[in-house]
């Protein structure tokens, strides 16, 4: 039975009123500099998301409460985006709190009847925006230390909750591509998952580089990883001829960004 509502929002028109008041969320941020008040922007925005994507428009074949974690998980990577960011990037950061979610209600299919490929755009963004969450969740951690204001021994403490973080995203993640928790397999791998992000995350703490850059490296390397894993976890199964190409493209790159791009203290 179809979805009777008497609100019906047409998905661009939701995007741009998020572009509107996306405005409003960072006039307010500006200005705010206790805990709790942040904490507050942050549940505000996604009460604001959780009203949206309920008055608006969804085909059947996609799931509003799915999209709105995707929308959680990139307000992660939004506001330490927003908090820590010097005034040189600033303009990045705000434009990207608006372009992120702006984009994702943008590509909602507006018809019921849409052929299942305009589903792909969607889905790939939402990916993305879970892709930034995770870049967030490093961002904040390694701010927070070069800030000093996660010291000593509570530095493993955030490193160890960044990866169980982190690993949550890339479970949510498997899900939306059809990989579900089961077999003693899909555990391992999820706990190796864990594992080597918490040791890559441990061994960049110690980089003398810029939060921005370690959180960036972290959530690369976390991508292929999880990228992997999952085709290791489907049916098919890794195509090794196919993904050494990837994997040798994408090491070219990260040397290319380690020795020319990056900029060590």
């Known amino acids: 039975m179809s979805e009777k509502r008497l609100i019906s929002v047409h998905p661009k028109l ?31 925005r996604i009460g604001w998301w959780a009203f949206l994507t309920q008055v608006m428009y969804f085909p059947p074949y996609l799931s509003r409460f799915k ?40 590509l909602v299919p507006s018809q019921s009847d849409s052929l299942s490929v305009m589903k792909k755009p969607f889905r790939r963004w939402s990916f993305f925006m879970s892709l930034f969450g995770v870049d967030g969740i490093w961002l904040a951690f390694q701010a927070l230390v070069t800030f000093q204001v996660i010291t000593g021994a509570s530095t493993i403490g955030g ?17 939306e591509y059809g990989i579900k928790a089961v077999g003693s397999k899909y555990f391992i791998l999820l706990g190796l998952i864990f594992l080597l992000v918490a040791e890559i995350g441990g061994i960049v703490y110690l980089w003398p580089v810029g939060y921005f850059v370690s959180s960036f490296f972290i959530t690369w390397l976390w991508y292929l990883i999880w990228l992997l894993f999952r085709f290791d976890l489907s049916a098919d199964g ?25 900029r060590w203290k």
């Open 14 to 44: 939701a995007a741009a009123s998020d572009f509107l008041v996306s405005f409003i969320f960072l006039w307010w941020i500006s200005g705010l500099q206790n805990f709790w008040m942040v904490a507050l922007w942050f549940a505000a």
């Open 67 to 106: 999209y709105l974690v995707s929308l959680f998980i990139a307000n992660i990577g939004i506001l330490p985006l927003l908090v820590f960011s010097d005034p040189s990037n600033i303009l990045y950061a705000r434009l990207t709190a608006i372009i992120l979610p702006f984009v994702g209600f943008w």
């Open 159 to 175: 490193i160890v909750f960044a990866s169980l973080l982190t690993t949550a995203v890339g479970v949510f993640e498997w899900n």
């Open 238 to 262: 890794i195509d090794w001829k196919r993904q050494r190409f990837f994997l040798a493209v994408n090491f070219i790159l990260m040397v290319i960004f380690l020795t020319l791009i990056v």
